[in-house]
T-cell receptor, first 115, second 114 residues
Framework: GDSVTQMEGPVTLSEEAFLTINCTYT??????LFWYVQYPGEGLQLLLK?????DKGSNKGFEATYRKETTSFHLEKGSVQVSDSAVYFC??????????????FGQGTELSVKP | KAGVTQTPRYLIKTRGQQVTLSCSPI?????VSWYQQTPGQGLQFLFE???????NKGNFPGRFSGRQFSNSRSEMNVSTLELGDSALYLC?????????????FGPGTRLLVL
């Protein structure tokens, strides 16, 4: 079945460091890909998304490119801030279009940014 | 525009009881999905409702059920609670739940089963 694999956390960085969180997926079709972020005690917020191969999603300095050839959607940010500390989830929506509003999530990567 | 709201935010129940959680989607959204989040299993899809019909269902026992009303508000019910049902239950809404459409999440209901 379809699945998403993220790099394990926690990831601890100093402020202004470069961030990469790896995400790879397995799907039989052509899924849409998402990054969501969860701050402590809150629900999930969409960070960015890409709906087809080679699309780049970007928001708040974060970027991710949909790479079909490597089935990847790695999240990057050039300079992290303490306020970026959160749990990040990579997700895909059902590629066959038959599963409607179903998201498949990776296990999440906790990011901690130290001043 | 108001976001997705979930009530209650916190619940404590005992084993064997049942519980009903409520979700009000963003105005105009017709698709509502439910997810269970636990430290061990992560985020797992429970089911999705669209226009008052269950369109998709995840791999959960029949104790987990839901429904959607004509105003798109949704409820989920868990009967005969087990300790393992302790989790954060998240609701998400979207316009019609098609592939690639953004799902907007509520703050969740945290359920503790004792």
């Amino acid at each position: 079945g379809d699945s998403v694999t993220q790099m394990e956390g926690p990831v601890t960085l100093s402020e202004e460091a470069f961030l990469t969180i790896n995400c790879t997926y397995t799907a039989t079709g052509y899924p849409s890909l998402f990054w969501y972020v969860q701050y402590p005690g809150e629900g999930l917020q969409l960070l960015l998304k890409a709906t087809k191969a080679d699309d780049k999603g970007s928001n708040k300095g974060f970027e991710a490119t949909y790479r079909k050839e490597t089935t990847s959607f790695h999240l990057e940010k050039g300079s992290v801030q303490v306020s970026d500390s959160a749990v990040y989830f990579c997700a895909l929506s059902d590629p066959d279009g038959n599963q409607g509003g179903k998201l498949i999530f990776g296990q999440g990567t906790e990011l901690s940014v130290k001043p | 525009k108001a976001g997705v709201t979930q009530t209650p935010r916190y619940l404590i129940k005992t084993r064997g009881q049942q519980v009903t959680l409520s979700c009000s989607p963003i105005s105009g959204h017709r698709s509502v999905s439910w997810y269970q989040q636990t430290p061990g299993q992560g985020l797992q899809f429970l089911f999705e409702y669209f226009s008052e019909t269950q369109r998709n269902k995840g791999n959960f026992p029949g104790r987990f059920s839901g429904r959607q009303f004509s105003n798109s508000r949704s409820e989920m019910n868990v009967s005969t609670l087990e300790l393992g049902d302790s989790a954060l239950y998240l609701c998400a809404s979207s316009l019609d739940g098609t592939r690639g459409e953004t799902q907007y999440f509520g703050p969740g209901t945290r359920l503790l089963v004792l």
